[in-house]
Every structure is written in C-alpha cells, then in structure tokens.
C-alpha cells in the first residue's frame, strides 16, 4: 500500500512515516519538510488556498488526512479562524485533488477529534452518539463532513476521533510533562472530567489498521479502552514522575488563563472505541497508568 500523507511534519504525521514505505508528502514547505523528515517525495501545496494537485495521488492506495492548526492557547477571532479552515476548507481542498486524479485512492483516513462530543457528564459516548453544541464539536462534525465527500467518488473513509495522545514528543502530554517536574502540576477544575486518553502507537495503529480494514466505513473512536478522569490521570502522572500534585487549577483561573479553550479542558468525554473493538483492533496499552509509564 502506498500512502500519501498531509500534515506530515506535526507530532503524529512523523510517527505515522516511520510505519510507511515510500511515503507521498502533500506540505507549503517542501524544503524544510525533506530537512525534517529526511529523503521523502514531496509536493508543494497550500490547503486553505488551493486544491491538492492531482498528480499527487498517482500509484497512491491510501490517503492519511492530519491537518490541523493546533487548537491549544488562548482562541482569539483569528484563531479561531485557522483552526476552521485549516480542518475543513484544507480537507475539501484535498478531496478535490482526489476528485480530479486519473485513479482516486482507495481509502481515505482522515482524522477527527473527540472534541465532536462537546462535554457529556458521565454519559458513555461510542460512535453513535450525537455531536455536541461546543465550537469544536461545531468544527469536528463540518471536518468529518468535507471528509465523507471522497465517499461520492467511490473511495472508502474514515474519520479517527482522537483523544488525548500520551507520547512524549508532542500533544498534550509534552505540554503538561514540564509543570508536573517541577512539582506544580495538579488537577483541572474539579477533576471529575473524563480525559480521553490514548497512547501515541496506538493511534498509529488504529490508522493504519483503518486503512487496511476494507469492512470499516465512519468514524471510529481513537481512546484508550478505559476511560480514566482528570484526576485519576493527575495522580498517574505525578507518581510516574515522582513529583506531587497538590495544586489543582481552579476552572476561573483557568478560563482566565486560556479563555474559551477552558471549556475544553474542563469538559467530560466518556469516549469507548466501540467500533474499534468490535472490528477486531487490539489495542497494546488498555490502562493509563500503564500508557504513562511506557512513555516515560
């Protein structure tokens, strides 16, 4: 299987080439994108502005859909701006260049978050459940469905929600790893949330695993198989680090800190990978603690 891949040079898309043969790169920057990444064939593309060029997808079966601006920091108009087109206007652009390649890709891989669920309580949410009324749940579900437009072309999709990815170079976890050193790190709000949580290798399995399964159409849930809270995930990580974690963020300080993204953190996501399981992935970390210590 050959793949081609957008947002290559982000956290997950350098894991995801590690596991591919002879990769196609879709990037704005194809010098910096070989220097990062080493000896792959690249070609030059905006997403917002412009379709991906057909010639492209030449000898291309799957089509890997990474793009994103990052959703962390404080959400100004114009950032708010990015992360949306980034995600849907980039996405249509892309199924365009498939739409006008000679041979279409057979599989299309296009990731999602679960942000699509906004903040459930302690409902359980597979794959079935209703997107929620959150401006990222508002922004998943039009990013979910620029996606499903490759379906009109005869080419299979699906959209991994991704959690909370656990890995050490890059995702949440990078950015939480430095205050809990240091000692500081603690609980957010009252902790209560659901965290989502899935190791960095199985979200890399889960893909590829994706666009191998010929039976598997829709979304599939991108989250660890036991949910685990806030909380719980506080504590894990401080033990794992040998640090304390006394010093829980309250959520005013934290919407003072971050403004609207708060939400986000503060929201409870009881995600199951209902159609994961049920189509036969294996995932290798099923418990937090476990995804925590291996990673570092």
């Not at 922004?139 to 959690?163: D, M």
């Not at 039976?215 to 794992?240: D, F, K, M």
């Amino acid at each position: 299987m050959r793949a081609l891949v957008t947002g290559a040079t982000g956290f997950l898309g350098r894991r995801l080439l590690g596991h591919l043969k002879d990769p196609v790169v879709l990037t704005r920057n194809p010098v910096r994108a070989r220097d990062l990444l080493g000896s792959v064939q690249t070609f030059s593309w905006d997403p917002v502005d412009e379709p991906a060029p057909a010639r492209a997808f030449a000898g291309v079966d799957a089509v890997f859909n990474l793009l994103g601006e990052p959703v962390s920091g404080r959400w100004t108009e114009a950032k708010k701006h990015a992360i949306r087109e980034s995600r849907m206007q980039g996405t249509a652009n892309l199924v365009t260049g498939m739409a006008a390649a000679d041979t279409p890709p057979a599989v299309l891989v296009s990731v999602s978050a679960v942000g699509y669920y906004g903040d459930r309580g302690d409902e359980l949410l597979t794959e079935e459940a209703l997107p929620g009324s959150s401006f990222l749940a508002g922004v998943c579900t039009a990013w979910e469905e620029e996606a499903r437009r490759a379906g009109e072309l005869g080419v299979r999709v699906v959209t991994p929600r991704i959690g909370l990815v656990l890995g050490r170079e890059g995702g949440a976890l990078a950015s939480m790893l430095p205050l809990f050193k240091l000692g500081v790190g603690g609980r957010l709000g009252s902790g209560r949330q659901y965290w989502p949580w899935v190791h960095v290798e199985d979200v890399i399995g889960l893909m590829l695993w994706a666009a191998h399964s010929s039976s598997l159409n829709g979304p599939v849930n991108a989250a660890g198989p036991e949910p685990a809270t806030n909380a719980e995930i506080t504590r894990s990580l401080g033990r794992v680090v040998r640090r304390p974690t006394l010093l829980p963020v309250p959520g005013f300080a934290l919407r003072l800190g971050v403004g609207e993204f708060a939400g986000d953190l503060l929201a409870s996501q009881r995600v199951v990978p209902e159609a994961a399981l049920a189509g036969g992935f294996v995932f290798r970390f099923t418990d937090h603690r476990a995804a925590l210590a291996e990673v570092l």
